[in-house]
């Protein structure tokens, strides 16, 4: 059966990245055998102007109906003046919820040939590999009451249940365990109930969890430690206002933003999308680099498809093309030629299409 995915282009770089992404995920079908069916729809502002809201009934049901959902990026400076409801971040949190993805996944690891772009020594940022592992339905962003009680004065409801702790704990030990098994938890316990309730549950659930060494850090030191210490976490777990802000800092580790990847899964279809924004200042010119969208495919392949093997080549083919001095322009140093969009997928195809032909060839020998 092919693997059904709904893919989303959205806003800004939106579309451009998810083309190169798309097109990556077709061309690993063919070269193995394993079918990618896709449908594209509306989201964000591009969905209110077609559709006058930002998640249409039919994009939802479209990807209720998928395996998976491939989504570019939402938002738009056009549209800061409306109300909260009415803007195209407000299409991707409803979609969040409806899908149910609870635990958001954002690797991020310093590539061995985009050392020297990152703002780092070498020596402290080479060998850094870190998954952070965010609690995606809760929290600040989703807490009741919010809002505004004067033109002059607003407020936001900070809440966690002891269930939504457990849960996102469970799923960043049982990632550990096929890692470093390492896990530091990020929190604020010194000053916040919410983290308390959180270090009390983490703490508990850790105990089903020998074989993973649990750390507990306040989020300012977590922040410090990833400025100054990246290679020193593996797992990083954290809520979601936490965990939004720590997988943006990161990016420093990456050499840049647009080669992040991430996905959102635990509910009843996994939604996978590049961490970076929409970018609409260079929207529609070519610039954007689409790693962050080709490695949230490879991630759609891994952990929804059930294809290890194409996932692993298609990551493969990301280092080699970056190794070969592939670059865009977030990526490029002066003097260096800088790729399109399009060229770097172009450069990562062929990349892949070689290491499948080589294993091709040592198998047929």
């Known amino acids: 059966m092919p693997l059904k995915v709904a893919l989303l282009p959205g806003d800004g770089i939106g579309p451009e990245v998810t083309a190169e992404a798309a097109r990556l995920l077709t061309r690993v079908a063919d070269l193995y055998g394993h079918p990618v069916q896709f449908s594209s729809h509306a989201i964000g502002g591009e969905a209110i102007e077609r559709h006058g809201r930002p998640l249409p009934e039919e994009t939802l049901a479209a990807c209720l109906d998928a395996d998976a959902v491939l989504l570019g990026a939402v938002g738009h400076p056009r549209y800061e003046g409306r109300p909260p409801a009415e803007r195209p971040e407000a299409g991707l949190l409803a979609l969040r919820q409806a899908l149910g993805g609870f635990a958001n996944l954002r690797p991020a690891l310093c590539h061995p040939s985009l050392v020297d772009r990152t703002p780092f020594r070498a020596d402290r940022v080479q060998g850094a590999d870190i998954l952070i592992v965010r609690e995606l339905l809760g929290g600040l962003y989703f807490g009741e009451p919010r809002g505004f009680s004067s033109p002059d004065t607003a407020f936001n ?15 960043a030990f049982d990632l550990a365990r096929g890692r470093r098994r390492r896990v530091a938890s990020a929190d604020k316990a010194n000053v916040l109930e919410t983290s308390r309730l959180w270090r009390t549950v983490v703490t508990e659930v850790a105990r089903d969890y020998p074989d993973v060494a649990l750390e507990h850090v306040y989020i ?10 990246p290679a ?12 939004d802000i720590l997988s943006d800092q990161a990016a420093s580790v990456a050499g840049s933003l647009g080669v992040l990847p991430s996905a959102s899964i635990g509910g009843q279809v996994d939604l996978y999308e590049p961490v970076h924004g929409s970018a609409p200042d260079i929207a529609g010119q070519g610039l954007a680099n689409p790693i962050g969208a080709i490695a949230s495919a490879a991630m759609l392949l891994r952990l929804t498809g059930g294809r290890p093997h194409e996932a692993d080549v298609l990551e493969r083919a990301i280092e080699t093309a970056l190794a070969a001095g592939a670059r865009t322009r977030d990526l490029a140093a002066p003097g260096e030629r800088i790729l399109s969009t399009r060229e770097m997928g172009e450069a990562i195809e062929h990349a892949l299409v070689d290491i499948h032909d080589h294993q091709h060839a040592y198998h047929a020998v």
Request: aromatic share 8%.
């Open 157 to 171: 409801t900070l809440v966690y249940s002891r269930s939504e702790v457990e849960r996102i704990a469970r799923v």
């Open 232 to 243: 020193s976490f593996d797992v990083i777990l954290a809520d979601n206002l936490f965990g």
């Open 220 to 229: 300012d030191t977590c922040a410090m430690r990833l400025a100054t210490a």
